[in-house]
């Protein structure tokens, strides 16, 4: 099996005026290319800060985190900066479009932080949009567009550098049901059709169903691993 995220005996602790709280204890968890991975557990249980911690936004207190055969935990800032534009692709809750952008300058702007040319993010562009369905929306902003249109732009943007893993933090829970469904349809294709690695948090078990493993995690420790049936 190809690993691409490896993560040994990981720990996170945050200091609450002068207590630690465990965030994470002891989590190991090898997530395969080309795999769908669901993070689920109650409010406080560790998926986000863990989900965080994979994607280089937070350090672990201790423990091993490899992405992509990158050592995220020894990686200086600038390094950090340049594996998230390149190897990763975030997609939130709240979507995070800049609102005085168009769909197609949202989805332009990882691109050109990479330094690709206007001629090449042109044609990216439209190829990715269109593959989200989205392709006659181009010129419309962020507010001409409904949650479900403006979470597809915000996929659409996690895809720009083609980075092998896409990471999403609730990507369905401002949506309603048919939305999210729609939603988690896309982000399947994309992962059946380009093999991107896919993991992401969800709250809502029938949103889990689209991931070939389930992983529940309960007071920062990983209580129980579930394959697709």
């Known amino acids: 099996m190809d690993t691409i995220v490896s993560c040994t005996n990981v720990h996170k602790s945050f200091l609450m005026g002068r207590e630690a709280v465990q965030a994470l204890r002891g989590v190991t968890l090898e997530v395969t290319r080309g795999e769908i991975v669901c993070l689920m557990g109650p409010s406080g249980s560790g998926k986000t800060t863990l989900l965080n911690i994979i994607g280089g936004l937070e350090e672990p207190s201790r423990g091993h985190v490899l992405v992509d055969g990158e050592n995220v935990v020894a990686l200086p800032e600038d390094a950090l900066s340049e594996m998230r534009l390149t190897k990763m692709g975030f997609v939130f ?3 995070n479009l800049l609102a005085n952008f168009t769909a197609r300058e949202n989805v332009e702007v990882p691109m050109a932080l990479a330094g690709l040319s206007r001629r090449e993010r042109q044609d990216k562009v439209e190829r990715l949009l269109e593959s989200v369905g989205l392709a006659d929306r181009a010129r419309h902003y962020p507010s ?24 999403g933090d609730e990507i369905t829970g401002d949506l309603d049901s048919e939305t999210g469904f729609e939603v988690m349809e896309v982000v399947a294709k994309l992962n ?13 078990p029938r949103m889990a169903k689209f991931a070939g493993r389930t992983i529940q995690l309960r007071d920062g420790c990983i209580v129980e691993e579930n394959a697709a049936l």
């Open 192 to 204: 059946r059709e380009q093999g991107t690695t896919v993991v992401y948090v969800t709250h809502d």
């Open 144 to 167: 001409e567009l409904s949650g479900g249109q403006q979470q597809r732009v915000a996929i659409a943007r996690a895809l720009a550098n083609d980075p092998p893993i896409l990471i």
């Open 93 to 95: 809750q709240s979507y």
